[in-house]
């Protein structure tokens, strides 16, 4: 806890004064452009793997960056969705999964999870990526996990166009979804293309979209 107090301390001595108007005008409002979502996993930090400042990411984190579909689940995912998307107004989603998930293995592995039935309960969430996952051949067991991460990924962004803020938005071509993979030992990300129905190096493919949605036409 001494080491997390200190960088508060040297927070306040050294990197608030260089960025007291930003936090000034902060102080009484935010206008973030995208919302992230990603796991609490400690090694994926969402603003420094973007490099943005404060205020201009609104962030949901939980375990498996998971966006369970519509409806009134714990943990108030849907709550945070809506507002960001409905008062927010954010242009962009981001739903960024990484390599060697610890919610992702324990699927990909059958891990017995008895001993902590919320996160079992939790990680159902995922099904609908678990079996995708289990119908196709790996060449071995980080294969399997790392695909886990992949089809994760895929279902959340399917899950997240049932909440009806969502809905709404790409209806009325107000927001674009994406789709991140973040590889911690290279510091890679790939995103999901879904025109190709592949994941790309974003690097190489910075345009590139999860969900194409092309706005229907009331006659």
């Known amino acids: ?3 997390i107090i200190d ?43 973007t490099q943005r400042e404060p205020g201009d990411l609104f962030v949901i ?82 294969s399997k996990v790392a695909s886990m991460v992949r089809e994760n990924v895929i279902a959340q962004l399917a899950n997240i166009q049932t909440h009806p803020s969502v809905r709404l938005a790409l209806e009325e071509g107000r927001v674009t979804l994406h789709g991140w993979i973040y590889d911690i030992a290279s510091g890679l990300i790939e995103a999901f293309d879904g025109s190709r129905g592949a994941f790309v190096p974003l690097a190489d493919n910075p345009d590139v979209q999860a969900i194409k949605y092309q706005a229907r036409r009331v006659a």
């Open 1 to 3: 806890m001494k080491d």
């Open 7 to 49: 960088g508060f301390l040297k927070f306040q001595r050294e990197a608030f004064p260089e960025r007291v108007k930003l936090f000034k005008d902060l102080a009484n409002q935010q206008n973030p452009r995208a919302l992230f979502i990603s796991c609490s996993d400690s090694r994926l930090v969402p603003e420094l793997v």
């Open 61 to 142: 984190r939980n375990a498996g960056n998971i966006v369970p579909s519509y409806g009134p689940e714990p943990g108030g995912i849907s709550a945070s969705v809506e507002y960001a998307v409905a008062a927010l107004q954010v242009s962009d989603i981001v739903i960024c999964g990484h390599s060697d998930c610890g919610a992702m293995t324990a699927i990909a592995t059958c891990k017995c999870l008895d001993h902590m039935p919320a996160v079992a309960s939790w990680l159902r969430y995922a099904d609908s990526a678990r079996v995708v996952n289990e119908a196709r051949q790996h060449q071995d067991q980080p």
